[in-house]
Each structure stands twice: as C-alpha cells, then as structure tokens.
DNA sequence: ACGAAATTGTTGACAACTCACCTATTCGCT
DNA sequence: AGCGAATAGGTGAGTTGTCAACAATTTCGT
C-alpha cells in the first residue's frame, strides 16, 4: 500500500535546481579561488576568519561553534592548521579538558593577504549579479528557510 | 603601495552570510537524511537520478556533464558505484575509448525507494518555508547569478 | 595515409569529512 | 567525600574529492 509520492511541480522543480545549480557553481568557484590564490583550503580561509575576528584566540568548542562544525571536524582541521602553523593550540588553565586554539603571526598574515582576493571574487562572482533589491530579497528568504529549518526535525 | 581592500557593505555581508549558512545547513541537513534513510551517499543519490532520467544509459562524460562534475570525480564515483551494484560499465562499439554508464535493476530500485523520501524533506526543510511568490524570486535571482557567472573568467 | 593534437576515460597520491568510539576532567547530587 | 553523568576534546578507519599525470583511441590537416 503505498502512496504515489508528491513530486515537486515544475515551478517548485525549476527553483529548486537552479537554486541546487548555482549554490553549486559558486561555492566550487569561490573554494577553488582561494585555494589557489591563497593556498590554503577554503576551510582553513573560514576558521581563520572566524578565529581572528573573535581576536585571534578562542576556546575549541567556541571556535567550532562559530564555524558551525562539529567538534571532530574541527580537530582533524585545527590539527592540520596546527601542521601548516596557521593556528596553535594553548592548554586551558581552569578547565584541565580545555584548549584554546591561538591564531599565528602566520595565521594572521595568511587571512589577511587572503581576505580582500576573496572578498573581490565574492563581489565579482554575486554581489555583482545583483541588484541591492535583489540581494536584500535573498538575504530575507535565506533567513527564512534557517528559521523555518529551526523548527524543523532532523 | 596597496589599495584598501573595499570590504562589503553591511546589508551585503549580512546578505552574503545569511546565503551562506542558509545554504550550508540545508545542503547538510539533506546529505545526512539520504544517507541515513537510503543507505546511499548524496552523491550515489545525484547520480542515480540524473542517470534514470536520461534512460538509464549514457556515455561517461554524458553522465559527469549533466551531473556537472569533473571526469575525475565521476570516475571514482563510477567505481565505488560499480562496486556497490548500482551501475555497471559496457564497452562502447563505436568508440575504442569510450563507455556506457548503465543504471542496474538495484540502481533502478535504489533510486525509487529513495527519492520520495527525499523530495519530501526538499519539501519539509525548504519549499515550505517560502511562499509561491518567495520561491519564484528565488529561482529568478539563482537563474541571474547563474547568467551572471557564466560571463565571469574563473 | 600519416603524424600531431584532441578526446575519452583511468589512476594514484593526498587532503578532507564522517562516524563511532575513546579518554580525561569537571559537575552535581546525595 | 564520592560516584554517576555530563562536558571537552581527540583518534582511527573508512569514504569521498582534487589534482596531476597517464594510456588508449580517434580526428584532422596535409
């Protein structure tokens, strides 16, 4: 007994895809760019932007929070950052568990040599495309699909 | 001598962040949820549907094309498929060099079982968050970006 | 008809992500 | 004080993606 599944109907098929497609392009070409213009991985990009805006040192847990990682995610990338000398980790003094995670003077000179590249592709690649109506229209519904998806199970 | 990078302006970073999370959790929150109810990957899952459409039967690069990936990527993904029983590989007679990428019955059965699940929660975690006219400014501005970067060196 | 160039697809090494499980510490309750 | 639960973080195995180089055809110009 099994019901006929309810299928997109094509308005709802044609923005899905597009949306699917875009997001897709864009994010491969961003990730791509800094890779190569930065060498580093788009995920090293992230964690250092997010780890210097928060003043360049953070509890782990905090640091994967702002990423919005779990928490293995981010110690296989901190352990590799820690590798390449982008980040350094530092014991936590109250909390015998604990570790911040300390962006380097190398760290800081790689984020900030890589940020305005990024932003320029960011601007060239979207932003661009755009009217500000247009963006502001995107940034509202974005907002309400993440809050719509709070609600939301699994 | 170095310009100073022209950041993005509140409304855009706000715009660019809220894509960007939006994007992320609800590309997350879909991979995870065929995986777990199709003991299939997103990627087996992309695949399959793109393959049956198009009849089950393609050539390789047919395949990586409409999937849009690169040939690397599909060769791999072609090979744990085959392993898995979902597709097969047959020689192409008119091309020494070629193949034919071939949906098998558990391909045809996976993908079945699959995507009404999946639609459903494209549906749940998406589709219902917005309303018809939402939606359709949603495809219309991924559409722009899409045109936009089609124009755009890499 | 023949050699250069393009096309088709593969491979191997390596980086990155996920998932399940593990350790060490701290907290909270009695 | 002491014990079970929660918290902070790490680890290893397995899967997937990327990049560069490769082999085997086929195509095309002359």
């Given at each position: ?30 990730s791509r760019r800094v890779q190569t ?20 040192r953070l509890r782990f847990l905090e ?67 755009l009217t500000p109506e247009e963006l ?19």
């Amino acid at each position: 007994m099994q019901e006929t599944p309810r299928w997109l109907d094509p308005e709802q098929k044609t923005a899905w895809d597009s949306f699917i497609r875009m997001q897709e392009k864009l994010i491969g070409r961003l990730s791509r760019r800094v890779q190569t213009d930065s060498k580093m991985s788009a995920a090293d990009y992230i964690v250092l932007v997010k780890l210097t805006e928060a003043g360049g040192r953070l509890r782990f847990l905090e640091l994967a929070n702002l990423v919005e990682w779990e928490k293995s995610r981010m110690s296989h990338q901190v352990t590799r950052m820690t590798k390449r000398g982008l980040v350094a980790k530092e014991e936590c003094l109250d909390d015998g568990r604990g570790a911040f995670i300390i962006a380097t003077p190398a760290g800081y000179a790689a984020i900030e040599a890589a940020a305005p590249l990024h932003v320029e592709h960011v601007r060239r690649l979207f932003i661009d495309a755009l009217t500000p109506e247009e963006l502001s229209t995107l940034a509202q519904i974005s907002q309400r699909v993440l809050d719509h998806m709070e609600k939301q199970p699994d």
